[in-house]
């Protein structure tokens, strides 16, 4: 880290891998939402889902260009530069991308080695958890019939 303004107490730490590519991703998305409202997160009052935001021409293009790794970085520098729009929108972009894929094509498209993945054990653990979950409604303030 490299002191900040001679202050040896405060430090200004340095993204180094954000790419060339990304950042200027990420300056176009500030130019584009600048003066803007920060979006805001609602949700359903009768499923109690969080609703999902309306892109805008621009937004919808500058989510569309992007391949899961650069949108991954995306969302990675913007978490890092706290950037909430950027942050919120790209979460909702990556949640698109991934919703109602397999398992088997969720671990390619992310590249996940079959090695690493899950075995049939724990996918059927987590699968008798999310079967009790959904049964009670967790989500909704109901607890959980598995402890972890």
Same mark, same amino acid.
């Given at each position: 880290?490299?002191?900040?303004?001679?202050?040896?107490?405060?430090?200004?730490?340095?993204?180094?891998?954000?790419?060339?590519?990304?950042?200027?991703?990420?300056?176009?998305?500030?130019?584009?939402?600048?003066?803007?409202?920060?979006?805001?997160?609602?949700?359903?009052?009768?499923?109690?889902?969080?609703?999902?935001?309306?892109?805008?021409?621009?937004?919808?293009?500058?989510?569309?260009?992007? $391949? /899961?790794?650069?949108? =991954?970085?995306?969302?990675?520098? *913007?978490?890092?530069?706290?950037?909430?729009?950027?942050?919120?929108?790209a979460c909702q972009s990556m949640a698109?991308v991934l919703k109602d894929k397999t398992?088997?094509?969720?671990?390619?498209?992310?590249?996940?080695?079959?090695?690493?993945?899950?075995?049939?054990?724990?996918?059927?653990?987590?699968?008798?958890?999310?079967?009790?979950?959904?049964?009670? $409604? /967790?989500?909704?303030? =109901?607890?959980?019939?598995?402890? *972890?």
């Amino acid at each position: 880290m490299t002191p900040l303004c001679g202050d040896s107490e405060m430090e200004f730490p340095i993204l180094t891998n954000l790419s060339v590519d990304t950042f200027n991703k990420v300056v176009a998305w500030m130019k584009h939402r600048a003066g803007k409202d920060e979006p805001k997160v609602e949700t359903d009052p009768n499923t109690h889902e969080l609703k999902w935001f309306e892109l805008d021409d621009f937004e919808t293009k500058f989510f569309e260009q992007l $391949g /899961v790794k650069e949108l =991954a970085s995306v969302m990675n520098a *913007s978490f890092y530069l706290q950037i909430e729009s950027l942050s919120l929108y790209a979460c909702q972009s990556m949640a698109a991308v991934l919703k109602d894929k397999t398992v088997e094509e969720l671990r390619q498209l992310l590249n996940i080695p079959e090695e690493d993945w899950l075995s049939e054990e724990q996918m059927a653990e987590i699968r008798t958890k999310n079967a009790c979950e959904d049964a009670i $409604g /967790v989500g909704m303030g =109901a607890k959980r019939c598995l402890i *972890s």
